[in-house]
């Protein structure tokens, strides 16, 4: 019993050591981590913990980071220590848009510094998506489709926390209109990851392409499927999140008593957590819900602190204002003061040219970001206009992406046919001159068997009958076939279109060889015996010999059978 009671009590101890003592952070231990890993060691620690703490204790774990990174010398620690700060401002920070840009921008030049290519790309993606998000989609377009460009160059396997930078360009396009796009990214996003906290996002992003998009039964599924998640693993924010935009799907489909309580939960646990955003959706999609019934003195206290949201937090999302303007527009309509409905329009016509007016000016980096734009643009015209010209603006897209996909099928078509003009030219050149230089093997041959012939007849005579014009002819025929200068420029041109590189790359892999040299060995190639080579030079079939061996030892062969094989290597 004692024995018993001594190991309960141990237990006991153990259990309330681990209550009480700190828990030890990852980059205490990062000492023998080589550096590409420490990115893929903190960014889960990231998600899974800092994320779910506090503002307070999230940045003060985060500045302990830095100031750790800082002293540490590897510099990927420093770079992702920056990133993560700049990730923590611009999800959990109200006006934390500035603040991450200035983080994002220093761990992109940290990077830069250190050559860290990786890092480097992104923090440039971080860049960009914060830039946008603040409404620079000039810069932030421009950082985002050069960091997608490096990320497809590099690999996603080796971009650490690659499913979060889909899903950024997912909300991104969801931004222009271009829900296919986003649809698509966030598949893959949510294929690659193993968070539940991101999952969580993904399927609320899920919700709000699918409710964008007019596809109900598809937007309420997704968010359905957050708020199982959230609410499995106990998170407040994203059981709010899920809440608020299931509420607001509902609210659409008008099932005002299904929305109701799903709005009153996300706005409660939003004004507990000071959750700017989702109260912001929340109070406006309360307010929309009570003046769409007729209950204007409940809706006004929503849109006042609506208004106070707005304010008080400096918003400048252009989408909030106009819906809030929208709201307050449909208040005074339905109370029956139609003067001030009317300045309320005013205001939501100056924030629709706003916003037409932020995409006209970003210079948009290509064909596809740019049709994007004009979706949006366009569809922010046509806000009171009927399905028929929706339906007209998406086949103008799919023909202008038709047109631009043939172009450039023509162009592939007529350059792949260029190409093999070029190369049939090139093979026509290559069979003449392999022809023209077995014509002149052919008199080479004939004309060696003449001399041949005349000398054998000389040598049968006596001296006293030798005749003159039989040494003419025996001189005349050989000076015709010796390579004279002129002559060898002539055969080095044939010869360098029938075997193309070969007396470059010889030069070059053996520049001590002289030109008598390198002419032997182009003959050599040819599959000249020694008496046509000897013939052509102009010296005896000896000396072709001994300069044949002294190239073999200057070229470091020993078997006269490899010489054949040496040179066919050389093309």
Known sequence: LYSCNMRILYCLCLMCMAFTLPAVTPWKNLGKVSGPEVSRLLIPYFNSHILNQDSVTALKTLDSLLASARHSPKPHMEVTALSLKGVYYQSRMPRGFTRAEIYFQQAMETAHQYGLEVPETVARHNLGYVQCRGGNYNEGLKNLLAAESDMQRLGAENVPDY?????????????????????????????????????????????IVYSEWGKEDKAEESLRSMLQSAKKNSDTVAIAAASTNLGIAYLN?????????????????????????????????????????????????DLQKASVLLRKYQIHDLDAWHTYYQLRSNWHKKSGNFRQASLYQDSLAD??????????????????????????????????????????????????????????????????????????????????????????????????????????????????????????????????????????????????????????????????????????????????????????????????RKTRQRLMKKLGLEDPKALPAFLNGLR
């Open 163 to 207: 499913e979060r930078h889909l899903y950024d360009r997912a909300k991104i396009y969801l931004d222009f209109g271009y829900y296919e796009k986003a649809e698509q990214y966030l598949r893959q996003s949510l294929k690659l990851t193993s968070s539940e906290s991101m999952r969580q996002r993904i399927y609320n992003a899920f919700g």
């Open 253 to 301: 489909r008008g099932n005002a008593s299904e929305a109701r309580p799903l709005l009153e939960a996300g706005y409660a646990l939003m004004a507990k957590w000071e959750g700017w955003h989702i109260q912001l959706v929340a109070l406006q999609a309360r307010a929309q819900l009570d003046i769409k019934e007729n209950f204007l003195e409940k809706a006004r206290p």
């Open 351 to 544: 924030i629709k040219d706003s916003i037409l007016q932020i995409r006209k000016t970003s210079q948009l980096a290509n064909i596809e970001t740019q049709l994007m734009a004009e979706r949006y643009a366009m569809n922010i015209k046509l806000l009171q206009q009927g399905e028929k010209w929706q339906r007209t603006l998406r086949n103008i897209i799919t023909i202008g992406a038709a047109l631009v996909i043939a172009l450039l099928l023509v162009w592939g078509y007529r350059f792949q046919k260029q190409q093999k003009r070029k190369h049939q030219h090139l093979e026509k050149e290559k069979r003449e001159a392999l022809e023209r230089l077995g014509d002149l093997r052919k008199r080479v041959q004939s004309n060696n068997q003449i001399i041949e012939e005349l000398r054998k007849k000389q040598s049968s005579r006596k001296p006293d009958q030798e005749s003159l014009p039989d040494r003419k002819v025996v001189e005349q025929l050989h000076q015709t076939i010796i390579l004279t200068e002129k002559d060898w420029q002539e055969f080095k041109q044939l010869f360098e279109r029938a075997y193309p590189r070969f007396l470059q790359g010889l030069a070059v892999k053996h520049p001590s060889l002289t030109e008598a040299e390198i002419r032997l060995l182009a003959l050599i190639k040819l599959n000249l015996s020694v008496n046509e080579m000897a013939a052509m030079l102009g010296i005896l079939p000896q000396s072709v």
